[in-house]
T-cell receptor, first 111, second 116 residues
């Protein structure tokens, strides 16, 4: 079993939809949780960082962490075609040399 | 502002050939990383350098070597390429190696390597 599980998709939604992306994990020691966005043929870029449990909001993006269920989510409101990308979750404890990435979910937002 | 720059972007190698992937960052970061990304596997750490002068193995180091040439540059070498090393390689850097909220990891744009 992988330490971090992420549905690979692809997920196809109409413009304006609310998108929910999720990851589950098995290591209860994970302390920080991140979401990266990766456009085709590009490197990942950090979208959201959350430490421990709770919610964090940044514009149209909301990250949620439920440590009791070992489950994290990224919500995208009013999705746009420019949100079409692969979204990677990542989590860890201690240094970034221990960072574990999910396999990524491909999202397509069509006009 | 270039950020993290990797070369080459695309490369085809024959089994047994060697090559070096170059990486440079212009953000004065202490820590640098090499990852590989394979379908269904996510990003996996090959080697990292917490600071200039140090390197350590990550999750999948076999078949690779690295050199932290100076604070800016961190190269990845494949001594004898194998088809299993066909992948997309990303170099990354962060100010420090700790997982703090203000300590973002910045990635390069990737190097597509095919070993035939």
């Amino acid at each position: 079993q992988k330490e971090v599980e992420q549905d690979p998709g692809p997920l196809s939604v109409p413009e304006g939809a609310i998108v929910s992306l999720n990851c589950t994990y098995s290591n209860s020691a994970f302390q920080y949780f991140m979401w990266y966005r990766q456009y085709s043929r590009k490197g990942p870029e950090l979208l959201m960082y959350t430490y421990s449990s709770g919610n964090k909001e940044d514009g149209r993006f909301t990250a949620q962490v439920d440590k009791s269920s070992k489950y994290i989510s990224l919500f995208i409101r009013d999705s746009q075609p420019s949100d079409s990308a692969t979204y990677l979750c990542a989590m860890g404890t201690g240094g970034y040399n221990k960072l574990i990435f999910g396999a990524g979910t491909r999202l397509a937002v069509h006009p | 502002n270039a950020g993290v720059t990797q070369t080459p972007k695309f490369q085809v190698l024959k089994t047994g050939q060697s090559m070096t992937l170059q990486c440079a960052q212009d953000m004065n970061h202490n820590s640098m990383y090499w990852y590989r990304q394979d379908p269904g596997m996510g990003l996996r750490l090959i080697y990292y350098s917490a600071s200039e002068g140090t390197t350590d193995k990550g999750e999948v180091p076999n078949g690779y070597n690295v050199s932290r040439l100076n604070k800016r540059e961190f190269s990845l070498r494949l001594e004898s390429a194998a088809p299993s090393q066909t992948s997309v390689y990303f170099c990354a850097s962060s100010a420090l190696g700790t997982g703090d909220s203000g300590n973002t990891i910045y990635f390069g744009e990737g190097s597509w390597l095919t070993v035939v």
